[in-house]
C-alpha cells in the first residue's frame, strides 16, 4: 500500500526502516515539520504519523478525512472526546485508523493472555516502566511509557477504574487501579536511574513474572508447574506493522482494536482529571 511517513524524529526514522522491510507497505514520501496537507501525493493510501502527541489529533483527522488509513503513535490523542471524533471521520471516509500500542504485539504479552485463565483467584498486579530521558514538551512520564502497561491491563484485565493517583510530577507517576476487583498498579518515571519494564501478576494460583529487558522475557508458575519464555521482544514494530495490515483487511479485528483503544483513550482521560 503507498504510505507516507509524517515526522523525522528518532521514532520516525525507526519505524521507516521497519516499513521498508514489509512488503505489504510501500514509502512514496516522508515529511517532517514542513508538512501540510496539500503536499499528499496522489495515490496516497495509508499515512503514518509519528509526531508529537499535540499534533496526532490534526494530522490525523486531516489524514482521515482526505481518504487515508492512518496509523498513529500512541497514545491516539490527548482525550477519549478526539478519539470519538476519529473514529467517526474514519467511518464517513470509509477508512481506519490504528495506535501503536506496541506492547499489545509482544509475544509476551499474547502468551500471558493465553494462560491467564489458568491462574485462579488474581489478587494483583503490578507494573513498573522506568527510564531516564526521552522528555517531550507537554507530554507526561504516562504519555510516554506509562501508556504501554495501560494499554496491556485495558486488553488482558477490562476497563481500569481509578483508586488512586500519585501524579504531582509529571516525570514520575503512580497510579492504582481496581479492575474488576483486582488491584492493579502502575508506576512509571523518566527520572529513574534504572531502566525497568516489569509485569508482576500474583493469584492464589500461582504468580506471572514478564521483563521485557530480561532474555528470559516470561515466567510463569501455577502450582507446582514452572516454565520459562525466552522470547524474542525486539522486533515488536514488525509485529505491530503486520497487525495494521491485517487489521485493514478485516472489520472484526478493527472494531476489537478501536473498542480496546477508546478504553486506554478512557483511562488516561480518568489519570490526568
Known amino acids: 500500500m503507498k504510505s507516507i511517513v509524517i515526522g523525522k524524529g528518532d521514532w520516525g526514522n525507526l519505524l521507516m526502516k521497519y516499513i521498508q522491510q514489509d512488503s505489504n507497505f510501500e514509502i512514496i514520501d516522508v515529511f517532517g515539520k514542513d508538512f501540510s496537507f496539500a503536499k499528499i501525493p496522489q495515490g496516497a493510501q495509508v499515512a503514518f504519523v509519528v509526531t508529537p502527541l499535540t499534533s496526532h489529533f490534526n494530522i490525523a483527522y486531516e489524514c482521515l478525512r482526505a481518504g487515508l488509513n492512518v496509523f498513529v503513535e500512541k497514545p491516539t490523542c490527548e482525550s477519549v472526546e478526539e478519539f470519538n471524533i476519529l473514529k467517526d471521520v474514519a467511518q464517513s471516509s470509509g477508512v481506519r485508523f490504528y495506535t501503536d500500542y506496541i506492547y499489545l504485539t509482544s509475544p509476551s504479552i499474547l502468551k500471558i493472555q493465553e494462560i491467564l485463565c489458568q491462574l485462579n483467584g488474581i489478587l494483583s498486579v503490578k507494573a513498573s516502566i ?4 526521552k522528555f517531550y514538551e507537554g507530554e507526561s512520564a504516562l504519555d510516554v511509557l506509562g501508556v504501554h502497561f495501560l494499554s496491556v491491563f485495558c486488553f488482558l484485565f477490562g476497563t481500569p477504574s481509578l483508586a ?3 501524579n504531582t510530577n509529571p516525570n514520575a507517576n503512580r497510579f492504582v487501579f481496581d479492575i474488576n476487583g483486582i488491584t492493579t498498579e502502575l508506576e512509571c518515571s523518566l527520572i529513574s536511574e534504572i531502566k525497568e519494564r516489569k509485569l ?7 504468580k506471572i513474572l514478564f521483563d521485557m529487558l530480561s532474555n528470559e522475557s516470561l515466567q510463569i508458575l501455577i502450582g507446582d508447574k514452572q516454565e520459562i519464555f525466552s522470547f524474542d521482544e525486539k522486533n515488536n514494530i514488525a509485529n ?16 476489537e482494536h478501536c473498542n480496546l483503544s477508546y478504553k486506554v483513550a478512557k483511562a488516561m482521560d480518568m489519570c490526568k482529571q
Open 200 to 206: 508482576e501478576i500474583i493469584a492464589e494460583s500461582g
Open 240 to 255: 505491530s506493522l503486520r497487525k495494521f495490515y491485517a487489521i485493514l483487511n478485516d472489520e472484526a479485528k478493527y472494531l
Open 164 to 166: 488512586e493517583s500519585h
Open 130 to 133: 522506568k527510564q531516564y530521558g
